[in-house]
């Protein structure tokens, strides 16, 4: 108990990895999980790492071995969701403008075709 306590008030958690309490543990950034490793135990055994800079401030994200996988399948799905979101973009754009084309090709046949009619039939409201 005493030794549990002392752990946290050092801040010191068990190595997920080497399974050992000394040096400084990151934890696994993913919700509440208490998962806790050192960053160099984490990177050898390939947990998926996230370090980018927010305004000028490196942040790490790590995530231990079970949420390394859904955090990296995430990454790369929104990676090529991006991709795929574009590329629908594009197409959406290229079949506007299809059928603004379209819709003019038919206004002007139906504008031929009205023309072509007899008078009596273009006029409706001419009984017979
Ligand atoms: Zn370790
Ligand atoms: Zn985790």
């Known amino acids: 108990?005493?030794?549990?306590?002392?752990?946290?008030?050092k801040g010191n958690d068990i190595c997920l990895v080497c399974s050992?309490?000394?040096?400084?543990?990151i934890k696994c950034n993913y919700g509440?999980?208490?998962?806790?490793?050192?960053?160099?135990c984490g990177s050898s055994a390939?947990?998926?790492?996230n370090v980018r800079t927010i305004g000028g401030k490196i942040q790490h994200k790590a995530y231990c071995e079970k949420h390394s996988l859904v955090e990296r399948t995430k990454a790369e799905t929104q990676k090529h969701g991006t991709e795929e979101w574009n590329s629908l973009k594009k197409v959406r754009v290229e079949l506007e403008r299809l059928r603004?084309?379209?819709?003019?090709?038919?206004r002007r046949e139906k504008l031929k075709y009205q023309r072509s009619l007899p008078w009596f039939i273009s006029w409706p409201w001419v009984s017979f």
Do not use: D, K, N, Y
């Open 100 to 106: 603004l084309i379209c819709e003019r090709i038919i």
């Open 32 to 40: 509440h999980c208490q998962s806790a490793f050192h960053p160099t």
């Open 46 to 49: 390939g947990f998926f790492m």
């Open 1 to 9: 108990m005493l030794q549990w306590q002392e752990a946290i008030s």
């Open 20 to 25: 050992r309490r000394e040096g400084v543990c």
